[in-house]
């Protein structure tokens, strides 16, 4: 399995940007998919991100689209999401995930074609 820990997240006005920062760690790890997802209290985990190995396809939400971007760094074992116009409906706890299976790219949207998740980074934004 894949050992993830995020970082980043933070409280930060509306329109504003974050990067959050995940590190990954294990002997296969860069030969993962890479994913981030969010959740709010009594709602579904929801896709917002995902690269493919070696970071040749990126995947995004709908409603994250155009504001967000997924990379990766496998030399410093590290993904990134840069988030830019940020706003009040993106509040919520954003995990990374890791998905070792080789699936049709629709598969990389749903939580459970991941492996290993992060404890999870809280980012709230203000109005």
């Known amino acids: 399995q894949v050992q993830l820990v995020e970082s980043g997240g933070e409280l930060v006005q509306a329109g504003g940007s974050l990067r959050l920062s995940c590190v990954y760690s294990?002997?296969?790890?860069?030969?993962?998919?890479m994913g981030w997802f969010r959740q709010n209290p009594e709602k579904e985990r929801e896709f917002v991100a995902a690269?493919?190995?070696?970071?040749?396809?990126?995947y995004y939400g709908d409603s994250v689209k155009g504001r967000f971007t997924i990379s990766r760094d496998d030399a410093k074992n590290t993904v990134y999401l840069q988030m830019n116009s940020l706003k009040p409906e993106d509040t919520a706890v954003y995990y990374c995930?890791?998905?070792?299976?080789?699936?049709?790219?629709?598969?990389?949207?749903?939580?459970?074609?991941?492996?290993?998740w992060g404890q999870g980074t809280q980012v709230t934004v203000s109005s």
């Open positions: 294990g002997r296969t790890a860069t030969t993962y998919v």
């Open positions: 995930a890791a998905a070792a299976g080789y699936y049709s790219r629709p598969s990389y949207y749903t939580a459970r074609s991941y492996d290993s």
């Open positions: 690269i493919s190995r070696a970071g040749v396809s990126t």
